[in-house]
């Protein structure tokens, strides 16, 4: 009984550790190592393809009266300009509206794999996709405040806070390092690490049940409340997928607010 349990035990990937998020090739060249086109770079691929086809085929036609696909992409664009571009920006936003847009649906689709069905990874449990989607904000708001000031107008502007001078050796390094280096980092690691940590959980919990199962047959019952708590978990890691596509749109137009406002 022993013997056997410990092979069906053995045929369960557990437990589960930082090598499954990676994931070996999925096309027959470049051999199984080979880590250039994986299910996390395919997801990629679809959630572009998805992004790009359906605001291109709801806009292709609009109409007056809008369809439902419409009035779906409308109200997506909508609460994001409404909600966040003028809201942080006012007016100003409305400017920002169309990038706000795409990087809120680009990182909503993309954390919306993790619960999807053999799917069920999201590519933004990968540090390099929020640290991409981190810089591209990066870049924009320093460019931003640049073009708004003047370069040296801004540094000084993001610098110097209006403060005692015998003050301002210790500030300006703390303004520096929270404005140029916490900024992009935290925006990267905030959306990396509840994604990663979601996906684990899940994996847990699913993974778990089937160990205890297989360890043996007196274990069923906790085997039933770990895959109940596993759909538990689906439901809150919705919630997570939403709030942290909105609290990274939310920080980047906050973060280009700093950079226009005229007031340190």
Known sequence: MTGQSTVLA???PFPPSVEDFYLPSIVPWGG????????????LWISVALIIIFFLVTYRKPKLVPTKKQWIAESIYGFVRNNIAVDMLGKRGINFAPYLTTLFVFILIMNFWAIVPFAQISPNSHIAF?????VISYVMFIYIGMKHHGGLKY???????????????L?????????????????AVRLFANMFAGHMLLLVFTLGGFA?????????????????????LTFLEFLVICLQAYVFTVLTASYVQGALADEH
């Open 10 to 12: 053995a045929d369960v």
């Open 32 to 43: 199984h190592d080979s880590y250039w086109f994986t299910k996390i770079t395919a997801l």
């Open 130 to 134: 929020p640290a991409v989607l981190a």
């Open 155 to 169: 540094f000084k502007h993001a610098l110097i806070p209006p403060a005692p001078w015998f003050i301002l050796p």
């Open 171 to 187: 500030l300006i390094p703390i303004e520096f390092f929270s404005t140029f280096i916490v900024r992009p980092f935290s925006l």
């Open 212 to 232: 205890m199962l297989n360890a043996n047959v007196w274990f069923a019952p906790f085997s039933v409340v770990s895959w109940a708590m596993t759909i538990a």
